[in-house]
């Protein structure tokens, strides 16, 4: 009976995103005390930076596309096979 106590089911929950929550935490504090102490460096100009890692993201996205489109192929090539067999059963004469 106990299992099913909604209490220790939801408290569950929280103990188990308890470490994730307190990291979040701690990593947006840190992050806002360099924000506080002016230690990001000044970049005056970005379009390089967003451009460069633009690039690459574009790349390995491309690659990405690529082998989802080779599977979708060999799926289509696969289901292709399988509905000109069916065919052949059908249109079988004995």
């Not at 000044?42 to 491309?62: D, E, H, M, Y």
Request: aromatic residues 12%.
């Amino acid at each position: 009976m106990d299992d099913k106590n909604p209490y220790k089911i939801i408290l569950n929950i929280i103990s188990k995103l308890y470490p994730y929550v307190l990291l979040s935490l701690s990593l947006k504090m840190l992050i806002w005390f360099f924000e506080s102490a002016s230690w990001w460096p000044k970049i005056n100009n970005p379009g390089i930076i967003i451009g460069v890692i633009g690039f690459g993201i574009a790349i390995l996205l491309g690659a990405k596309l690529s082998v989802v489109n080779s599977r979708l192929y060999s799926i289509e090539d696969a289901v292709c096979r399988i509905v000109g067999s069916l065919r052949i059963f059908v249109n079988k004469k004995m």
